[in-house]
């Protein structure tokens, strides 16, 4: 009414004394709203992504601006940002002021910029295209640089191979055309390769680790590391390090797989524990030794973790203890070697038996030796040489016999190798070894598989031995063709003397054999239970509602503590294994021919639980020949003129060796965005090599015009 009347004033409110005040205060204060953080925030698609509530504190916080804030330049960015040190107003407009906010848009950034990967951030594009010559010269020196430790070839080698590329015309530049640069730029291509295997062992939920010892050609003791895991019923096998030892002990070899575990892994101790369930090795007694072995070291830690004697070392093993009861075996042994040894040694036997080779019109005729490695195969392609060569060497060792310039030694040898070759006996031993080492070389091969895994064992045994008890009733291919090529008495053309062989000679060695094979490969139940239910070639033929109930649950209840830990409920798994073997047997007929990885690709979603114990299983080793196969390359990086060569070099090399792309399918530009980003200072590309320098700058002065004269003492 008073804003209608002019000239007059309205009249003042009365204030409200402090007395007054203070009431309205406390009314306030009990009667205000109680707030409260809202569960529901947390799966807001705004905030889901970097909402963290603590509590204990009753503080909301902010996990990007936490971990990124510093990243952005901002000098009192953790003091400004009260997501940074904690928000206590449980509001939603908070929420919305820091969405929002500059601070967490440039830590958002910065997030974003650091998962994409090398060379794909628009920063690194627009350096590219800027540097595109730069970028190219590189391309051709990471390129010769991956071919060179692909082929196991030294640094040194770099040198002149950037000299052929510019002789041929390719722009590589004046700049990085050294040794120490190679050995840099191989270092980046390996570190890519290493990245690659930590994300890999990150996602997977299960490892094992395989490791064996051997002497490189400084004679420096070495232990090789490989890790093996499983996703999804595929199995894959990746070289981890190799690593130098002073004293090859049980400590010692703890201590270096643990390390390189966290170095080239980036597994650390609680998760490390949780995931590595398997160990395998040659079974040597500082790997396998049930007080203070390697393998007794890693159970302190994870009492679940299944330690395994190579399978194929297991074989070697048991044919050797079996040859050892058998003397036949070992005069056999003994002869192979010597014979090998007598034309090997001696430049003129071995020509004389070529000479005599082409006069017969035989190519394969020379002995080979059975040691070197003790795989069986060596044993098995040195009988099938010596029946190849056997008409040479036979009439070549009678030659020598009646040579009068042969020295004594020579007759003396000769004339014990042909009395053991032309014994019927012993070439029908001989013949028959080479039907038993058919198929224990078969064996040993399938045990050298990189994919097989110990639930096959069992199977692969069992056939084994059961084709050696055939021979004990039935003659092998071999030993019915040298009937055939005997009936008249002789053997191309040369008489054989003696009785047939008794059979029991044959009993006893096959024998002596399945008892070996028997005693060395004794598989434990939960190892039994694991190859009914993982080898598709052990399923019945027709669908059985029971069948693997009762291995599953075993199963359940030995790894149920280490399934819950990777995230599974191993309440659910029996239930999945009778969903998907129902599905098993209407995808695929017959049963054998499934897969687990082709099962996992179309029931991975439905059987989660399920494939993450078959991931499990898979994950155990059953040998350690790819650390064999290691050392094999490790010999021809390392040899007597590089025996100088550093443990992080010879890594590098053999990671790039054994796990890099091929020559064609190499890509440089990852590993050149890593060298480039990892650098101390600035690359300097174009810089000219240090010597001496032209100087690029014009004589004040005018020069003298050159006459044909100069030219002529120039030429």
Known sequence: MW???????????????????????????????????????????????????????????CSVCEKWAKATGAATTLTRCEFVKGCSSLRVESLQKHAKSHTHAKAADAKAASEKQPGTSEAEKLLKQLNKTAINQLSHKFRTCHALAKHARPFSDFVWQCDLDEAKGVDIGNAYRNEVKCREFTDAIAEILRQDLERQVTNAKFISVMCDEST??????????????????????????????????????????????????????????????????????????????VGARLKEHQPKIQTVHCIAHRLELAIKQAGQQVPMVGTMTQFLKNIFCFYHNSTLNRGLLRRTAEALGVTRCIPTRTGGTRWIGHTQQALINLQSGYPVIVQHLLEIKDDRQTSNDSKGKSAGFLKLLLSRPFIQFLHFMTDVTSILGRLSYTFQRADINLSEIPKIVKDTIDSLEKLKTQNGPNVRKLERATSDGCLHGHKIEGTPIDRNVYDRVITSITDAINIRFEIDATQLAAAKVINFKSWPNELDQDFGDSEIAQLV???????????????KIEMEWTSLKESTYTDYKPVCTASW?????????????????????????????????????????????????????????????????????????????????????ARRPFQPPYGHRQSWDEPECDLPEESEDDDAMQE
Not at 557 to 571: Q, R, T
């Open 216 to 293: 490189d050609a400084a004679i420096v003791e070495q232990l090789i590391l490989f890790v093996r895991y499983s996703n999804i019923g595929k199995i894959t096998t990746k070289f981890l390090s190799i690593q130098p030892l002073e004293r090859a002990t049980a400590a010692n070899c703890y201590e270096e797989i643990i390390a390189a575990l966290h170095e080239q892994c980036g597994l650390q101790e609680p998760e490390l524990w949780s995931k590595l369930l398997g160990f395998g090795s040659d079974g040597a007694s500082v790997m396998t030794g049930r007080r203070s072995g």
């Open 3 to 61: 804003r209608f009347m002019n000239n007059v004033e309205p009249p003042k409110k009365k204030g409200k004394t402090d007395k007054e005040k203070a009431e309205v205060r406390r009314e306030y204060d009990h009667n205000k709203r109680q707030r409260s953080f809202q569960i529901t925030w947390l799966d807001h698609p705004d905030y889901c992504k970097w909402l963290r509530y603590d509590r204990e504190t009753k503080l909301m916080f």
């Open 597 to 681: 990885e082709a099962l996992g690709i179309k029931y991975q979603a439905d059987a989660a639980n399920l494939f993450c114990m078959v991931d499990l299983l898979l994950t155990i080793p059953a040998h350690s020949v790819e650390c064999e196969r290691g050392f094999s390359h490790m010999k021809r990086v390392k040899t007597d003129w590089r025996n100088q060569l550093k443990a992080t070099a010879l890594t590098s090399t053999l990671r790039i060796l054994m796990e890099g792309p091929s020559v064609r399918e190499f890509d440089p530009h990852p590993a050149i965005s890593h060298w480039n980003s990892t650098a101390g200072r």
């Open 557 to 571: 209840d030995d790894f149920n503590s280490v399934l819950e830990e990777a995230g599974a409920d191993p309440n």
